[in-house]
């Protein structure tokens, strides 16, 4: 079986409805597993009521616990979330929390070593402590995809240009490309554009660009594949972004072609978004079923 190792936050989402498990990493981790490739989170929660909740939802999920910290001082992460326009969430990233303190040792370097990919974000690398566990970890993966993920004030350019050199592969949005164009200097031209940039200033091979309603491109040495998104009745949009990741990921380990790993990824990013939370109790033939479903209603409208 193919192997993930997800490096980064574990937290609750407080959201309108109730707290739910999230973290972009255990987002990823969790639909990875849910797709068939083992997904691994390095993480650190509180030794708290909340960090044991978060430790008994992993093990349910069947995700196993082994490289999840335990910090006798500091709190398990919680992030308050509210709706904000066009149905996007606005987070209140509370600090300073466990995983700001994620201790390098030998055994997630193993862990790392012998992966296939090391996932990791740009969040967590807003603590001195955790960023440079993270910084070590880097050099020992065999591929590496940089998942950015923006949540201001928790982010500098100096630390996202960094993890941009380091990566072999990036995921962001719009948004996120239109702020690091900005930061080389670069305020004109299209998408195609600003994505060569990227691709020739930090040697990317791989490219996702996501789009919300408009889809998501994804952008290769030698190509550019566009792929729309499904339609659905927005329940919030947490998570959508990791689980279309996921989804993407799961499929190019499995070793499917590009027109799969798009759907598979436009389709998980959608029926997330029908649901409420990051990480919705479903099955793979639930995941199937929805694509059938969303292609037929398609079909009827050509």
């Not at 196993?64 to 910290?69: P, V």
């Not at 949009?237 to 799961?250: C, E, K, N, P, Q």
Request: hydrophobic share 40%.
């Amino acid at each position: 079986m193919k192997k993930v190792v997800c490096f980064g936050e574990v937290l609750w989402d407080m959201l309108p409805d109730g707290k739910k498990p999230g973290g972009a990493p255990m987002n990823v981790a969790y639909h990875l597993n849910k797709l068939g490739i083992a997904g691994q989170m390095i993480s650190r929660v509180g030794k708290d009521a909340a960090g044991e909740e978060l430790i008994q939802f992993l093990t349910k999920m069947g995700l196993a616990t082994d490289y999840i910290q335990r910090d006798d001082y500091y709190k398990t992460s919680e992030v308050i979330a509210r709706m904000g326009e066009n149905h996007e969430m606005q987070y209140t990233i509370i600090q300073p929390v466990a995983w700001d303190f994620i201790a390098y040792n030998e055994r997630l370097e193993n862990l790392v070593v012998e992966a296939d990919v090391l996932v990791f974000g740009s969040l967590v690398a807003r603590n001195e402590i955790t960023r440079n566990t993270l910084y070590q970890l880097i050099e020992q993966a065999s591929f590496r995809l940089f998942d950015v993920n923006f949540r201001a004030p928790h982010y500098t350019p100096s630390t996202i240009e960094y993890l941009l050199n380091k990566a072999d592969a990036v995921k962001l949005n719009n948004h996120e490309l239109e702020e690091i164009t900005q930061w080389m200097g670069e305020n004109g031209g299209n998408e195609y554009e600003a994505i060569s940039r990227l691709q020739d200033k930090y040697r990317l091979s791989e490219i996702i660009l996501t789009k919300g309603a408009n889809g998501a491109s994804y952008y290769t040495e030698e190509s550019r594949y566009d792929y729309k998104a499904y339609p659905v009745t927005v329940k919030d949009t947490v998570g959508s972004g990791d689980s279309f990741l996921a989804a993407f990921l799961a499929q190019k380990l499995l070793g499917k072609s590009i027109d799969d790993m798009l759907n598979y990824a436009a389709a998980l990013g959608a029926y997330v978004t029908a649901q409420a939370g990051a990480n919705p109790v479903y099955k793979e033939t639930d995941l199937n079923r929805f694509i059938w479903e969303k292609q037929l209603e398609q079909a009827k409208w050509k």
